[in-house]
Structure formats: structure tokens, C-alpha cells
């Protein structure tokens, strides 16, 4: 008998179909639900995926830019290789400078789409999370001043809280349209909410 975790993974339809798809995780159906609805990403777009591993969102983007575009995907932990040769990875903590630079060079300084679907170390504690995630949604923001293209896109996952109303401000300054929404392949019990910015007002 497995943990109770094991179990509710194994009932999860987006987890079979995970499977049965090839995808390399469950949240490869977030993005494409996602993308589905807001069209965030297009063929031949630069493509930079925050918090990328094990790669499911990056799968994703490889379909969707084509042979012409490109996807840098960025991580603490390492990812299985893609065979796909428009894929770059960088291992690092996205919110040093150092790991930014190197970014921008691989990028050669512009992305035309931002996806983070970083989720920062669970303390257990809502609040405590909650502010993680602002500080990493922050860091997500001031990348996207320094790389977006005029009217770029950008998807960011949130946890919920008390300063997900001033993020959600500062983006609608940032952006011409400004959604917030949870896709149906997100778990109802948890508190991430995907924030889409579509048009960049550089
Ligand atoms: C939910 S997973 C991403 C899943 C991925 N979108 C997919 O579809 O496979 C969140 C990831 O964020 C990464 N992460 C969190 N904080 C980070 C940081 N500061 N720099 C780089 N990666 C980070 C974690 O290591 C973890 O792999």
C-alpha cells in the first residue's frame, strides 16, 4: 500500500494521461490548456521557462515554437536531456544575477514569451508560502523588465495570499491584458493561480 499522496496520483486523470501521452509531467496539461485559451506562445517564439524541471512545461513550448524558435529552460535540479537541439537548460537559481546573465547571453538578450512555473521550498505554512512565491513571482517580473520583447507574454503560478492583489496591479501596468485563472488540470485544493500578461508595454 502506498502513501496516501501515491495513491490520489494514481487516480488522477491528469497524471494517467500524463502517461499515456509521453508528457513528462502532469503540468504539461496546465500549459496546454493554458496556451489553448490565451494563445501565449507561437511558432518561432524565444521561449524562457523559469523553474523548468522535470520538463513538462518545456515539452510543451518545444511544440509550440517549431524548429525556429527556441526554449531555455532554467532549474535548481537537472533535467533529463531533450533531443531537441533549439533546447538550452541552465541549472541555477534563477534569481542570482550570475544564473541571469547567463540567460541573457544564451537568450541574446530577448525573450518573446516568460513561463515560471516555480514553486518555492513548502514550509507547511500558507503565509510563509505564499510570500516565497511573490518573492519568486518578483524576481519572474524583474527578468521580464530586463528580457521581454514589446509586447511579449508571460504566465507566471502564484500561490494565493494577501499580496497576490498588489502582483496582480503592478502586472496590469506592465501588460495591455491581464488574466488570472486556474485550469481545470490544477488540483481545486490547492492554492496556485496562473497569471497571464499578454502584450508587454516595453
Ligand atoms: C512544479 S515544478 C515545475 C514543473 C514544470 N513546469 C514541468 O512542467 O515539469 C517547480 C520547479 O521550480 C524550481 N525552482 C524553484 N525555485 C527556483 C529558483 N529560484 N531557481 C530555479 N528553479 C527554481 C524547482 O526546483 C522545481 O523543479
Given at each position: 500500500?502506498?502513501?496516501?499522496?501515491?495513491?490520489?496520483?494514481?487516480?488522477?486523470p491528469?497524471?494517467?494521461?500524463?502517461?499515456?501521452?509521453?508528457y513528462?509531467?502532469?503540468?504539461?496539461?496546465?500549459?496546454?490548456?493554458?496556451?489553448?485559451?490565451y494563445?501565449?506562445?507561437?511558432?518561432?517564439?524565444?521561449?524562457?521557462?523559469?523553474?523548468?524541471?522535470?520538463?513538462?512545461?518545456?515539452?510543451?513550448?518545444?511544440?509550440?515554437?517549431?524548429?525556429?524558435?527556441?526554449?531555455?529552460?532554467?532549474?535548481?535540479?537537472?533535467?533529463?536531456p531533450?533531443?531537441?537541439k533549439?533546447?538550452?537548460?541552465?541549472?541555477?537559481?534563477?534569481?542570482k544575477k550570475?544564473?541571469?546573465?547567463?540567460?541573457?547571453?544564451?537568450m541574446?538578450?530577448?525573450?518573446?514569451?516568460?513561463?515560471?512555473?516555480?514553486?518555492?521550498?513548502?514550509?507547511?505554512?500558507k503565509?510563509?508560502?505564499?510570500?516565497?512565491?511573490?518573492?519568486l513571482?518578483?524576481?519572474?517580473?524583474?527578468?521580464?523588465?530586463?528580457?521581454?520583447e514589446?509586447?511579449?507574454?508571460?504566465?507566471?503560478?502564484v500561490?494565493?495570499g494577501?499580496?497576490?492583489?498588489?502582483?496582480?496591479?503592478?502586472?496590469r501596468?506592465?501588460?495591455?491584458?491581464?488574466?488570472?485563472?486556474k485550469p481545470s488540470?490544477?488540483r481545486?485544493?490547492?492554492?496556485?493561480?496562473?497569471?497571464?500578461?499578454?502584450?508587454y508595454?516595453?
Amino acid at each position: 500500500m502506498g502513501s496516501k499522496w501515491q495513491v490520489e496520483k494514481k487516480k488522477d486523470p491528469y497524471y494517467k494521461r500524463a502517461k499515456g501521452e509521453d508528457y513528462r509531467s502532469r503540468a504539461s496539461f496546465k500549459l496546454l490548456q493554458l496556451d489553448k485559451k490565451y494563445k501565449i506562445i507561437k511558432k518561432g517564439s524565444a521561449v524562457l521557462d523559469l523553474g523548468a524541471t522535470p520538463g513538462g512545461w518545456s515539452q510543451i513550448a518545444l511544440e509550440k515554437v517549431g524548429e525556429e524558435g527556441i526554449v531555455l529552460g532554467v532549474d535548481l535540479q537537472k533535467i533529463k536531456p531533450f533531443p531537441e537541439k533549439n533546447f538550452h537548460f541552465i541549472r541555477g537559481d534563477f534569481t542570482k544575477k550570475e544564473v541571469q546573465e547567463k540567460m541573457i547571453d544564451i537568450m541574446d538578450g530577448k525573450a518573446d514569451v516568460i513561463i515560471s512555473d516555480a514553486s518555492p521550498s513548502l514550509s507547511g505554512i500558507k503565509d510563509v508560502d505564499h510570500l516565497r512565491s511573490i518573492d519568486l513571482a518578483n524576481s519572474v517580473i524583474s527578468i521580464a523588465d530586463n528580457i521581454l520583447e514589446n509586447n511579449g507574454n508571460i504566465l507566471i503560478k502564484v500561490f494565493q495570499g494577501e499580496e497576490f492583489k498588489n502582483l496582480i496591479e503592478e502586472l496590469r501596468k506592465k501588460f495591455k491584458v491581464l488574466k488570472t485563472t486556474k485550469p481545470s488540470s490544477s488540483r481545486k485544493k490547492s492554492s496556485e493561480m496562473y497569471v497571464i500578461g499578454l502584450k508587454y508595454k516595453r
